[in-house]
């Protein structure tokens, strides 16, 4: 059975959205606000190296397909497969991409042989993934910057409650933390 990992930049009031640009009033927020470490962005390195596939969501479909594919350093990605959770999407464009209809079907790629499968931004999709018991682990950099309000990560109502492990942690010279949980029982 394939592990299905969660990897998102976190503000410290949990934060997910529009890291690198998007609708957000903070947009940006990773770079723009926070200085910038190399060593904090290892983690993401070793995610392309170690996937064998990404899953996302409809709207991170929509941000990434035009973006990515001509990012040099997003190469693993744009070649290995690609699903997005999705009722409308009929046609992806971007290389090597199936649509899901379904936690269902998410549910069957992770019964199938292979490695890792990463889960980038998409928090609607993480929530409905995480509520299912399909998420077996984290891998989060939390910013020190405080947003206010935006799409978050975890449910704030009423949610079932998830018990985590710690397995890897670090700290940087610029306060982003690195946090590596695995999901338990």
Not at 28 to 33: A, E, P, R, V
Not at 53 to 72: H, N, Q
Not at 110 to 124: C, Q, R
Request: aromatic share 10%; glycine share 10%; proline share 5%.
């Amino acid at each position: 059975m394939r592990s299905l990992i969660v990897t998102e930049f976190l503000s410290l009031d949990g934060v997910v959205d529009s890291p690198g640009g998007g609708a957000h009033p903070h947009a940006g927020w990773t770079f723009k606000d926070v200085e910038f470490d190399m060593a904090a962005y290892e983690i993401k390195g070793r995610e392309q190296q170690e996937a064998s596939a990404m899953l996302i969501g409809r709207v991170s479909y929509d941000e990434f397909a035009p973006v990515w594919p001509k990012m040099e350093e997003f190469a693993e990605y744009n070649a290995m497969p690609k699903y997005v959770v999705s009722s409308t999407l009929t046609d992806p464009e971007w290389n090597n991409t199936t649509v899901l209809r379904s936690l269902d079907e998410v549910a069957e790629l992770k019964k199938a042989d292979g490695g890792p499968i990463l889960v980038h931004g998409s928090p609607t999709l993480a929530r409905g993934l995480a509520a299912a018991g399909l998420v077996d682990r984290y891998h989060l950099l939390t910013f020190p910057v405080v947003l206010g309000g935006g799409k978050r990560l975890f449910a704030t109502d009423g949610a079932e409650k998830q018990k985590l492990k710690l397995v890897e942690h670090a700290a940087f010279g610029n306060g982003v933390q690195l946090s590596v949980f695995d999901v338990e029982g």
